[in-house]
C-alpha cells in the first residue's frame, strides 16, 4: 500500500471528538489495513522488499500518464540505472519471405521498439538490473503469420574510448498477430547481472538494446520416417 490514499473524514463534535479519531486513525495506520501491515510514515528505516517497485509497476510509473522518473533510493538499495540506448541499426525488426529482401513492399512484418525502462538493485559489488522493452509489430503488404518471436538483445557495456562489452543477453517473446495487423509487445529481462568496482558509477556504463535477427528460435527439425 505505498501508493495508498488516506481519505479525509468528516468528525461532528467538539475538540475531544476530534483528539480521539485523530489517535484511532494514526492507530490505523500504524497496525494495518484489512491484515496487511503499513510502514510507519516517521521511521527512517529502510522499506520492505514487498514495496520494492515491481518492474510492472516501473513501466506504470515511467510509460504512464506523469512519465515521471521514480527516484533513486537514499539507503542505496536501489541505485542510479545507466542509461539506456538503442543500438544504431537496430531499432526495427523486419522480416520478409524466403528469398525476398525486407523491403517495404515485401514485409512480412515490422516490430519498432517504443519505450523501455530499467530497474537496478546493488548486491554487494553487484548489480542485478532488470531492462523493460515494449514495441509494437505491424503486419506487412505479404501478410504476417498468425505468431510472430521477437528477438530483443541486451548488453551491459562499460562506456569510454574503446567500449567493452560487460553481458549480453538475450529475450524473446511470442506476439499474436491481431486483425488490425498491429499488435504491441513487451520483453523484460530479470537477470542480468554484471559487477561495478568502487571506483565507478552508474555512468560509466551504458544499456545497449535492440533486436537481433540472428537469435531467432530455429525451427524444429522435422520428423521423417
Known amino acids: 500500500m505505498r501508493h495508498g490514499r488516506i481519505g479525509q473524514?468528516?468528525?461532528?463534535?467538539?475538540?475531544?471528538?476530534?483528539?480521539?479519531?485523530?489517535?484511532?486513525a494514526v492507530a490505523?495506520?500504524?497496525?494495518?489495513?484489512?491484515?496487511?501491515?503499513?510502514?510507519?510514515?516517521?521511521?527512517?528505516?529502510p522499506p520492505p522488499n514487498a514495496e520494492i517497485p515491481t518492474i510492472g509497476e516501473r513501466f506504470d510509473q515511467l510509460f504512464g500518464g506523469s512519465g515521471k522518473v521514480p527516484e533513486t533510493a537514499s539507503d542505496g538499495t536501489e541505485p542510479d540505472c545507466p542509461v539506456v540506448k538503442i543500438r544504431a541499426g537496430a531499432s526495427t525488426y523486419a522480416v520478409a519471405p524466403p528469398g525476398k529482401q525486407p523491403i517495404a513492399s515485401e514485409l512480412n512484418f515490422q516490430a519498432t521498439i517504443t519505450r523501455t525502462?530499467?530497474?537496478?538493485?546493488?548486491?554487494?559489488?553487484?548489480?542485478?538490473?532488470?531492462?523493460?522493452?515494449?514495441?509494437?509489430?505491424?503486419?506487412?503488404?505479404?501478410?504476417a503469420p498468425a505468431t510472430v518471436e521477437i528477438p530483443v538483445r541486451v548488453a551491459v557495456v562499460q562506456a569510454g574510448?574503446?567500449?567493452?562489452v560487460i553481458s549480453t543477453k538475450v529475450y524473446r517473446t511470442t506476439v499474436s498477430m491481431?486483425?488490425?495487423?498491429?499488435?504491441?509487445?513487451s520483453v523484460v529481462?530479470?537477470?542480468?547481472?554484471?559487477?561495478?568496482?568502487?571506483?565507478?558509477?552508474s555512468e560509466s556504463f551504458v544499456f545497449?538494446?535492440?533486436?537481433?535477427?540472428q537469435a531467432v528460435t530455429p525451427p524444429a527439425p522435422s520428423r521423417r520416417r
Do not use: W
Open 9 to 24: 473524514a468528516r468528525v461532528a463534535g467538539g475538540t475531544g471528538h476530534k483528539r480521539t479519531t485523530l489517535a484511532l
Open 178 to 185: 491481431n486483425d488490425t495487423g498491429s499488435s504491441p509487445f
Open 117 to 143: 525502462a530499467r530497474d537496478c538493485r546493488r548486491v554487494g559489488g553487484q548489480i542485478n538490473a532488470r531492462i523493460g522493452i515494449q514495441g509494437r509489430v505491424i503486419a506487412g503488404p505479404a501478410g
Open 208 to 213: 545497449y538494446i535492440g533486436f537481433d535477427p
Open 161 to 164: 574510448v574503446n567500449e567493452r
Open 28 to 45: 490505523a495506520l500504524l497496525s494495518g489495513c484489512g491484515g496487511t501491515t503499513l510502514n510507519n510514515p516517521f521511521s527512517t528505516a
Open 189 to 201: 529481462g530479470e537477470d542480468l547481472i554484471y559487477n561495478m568496482p568502487a571506483n565507478l558509477t
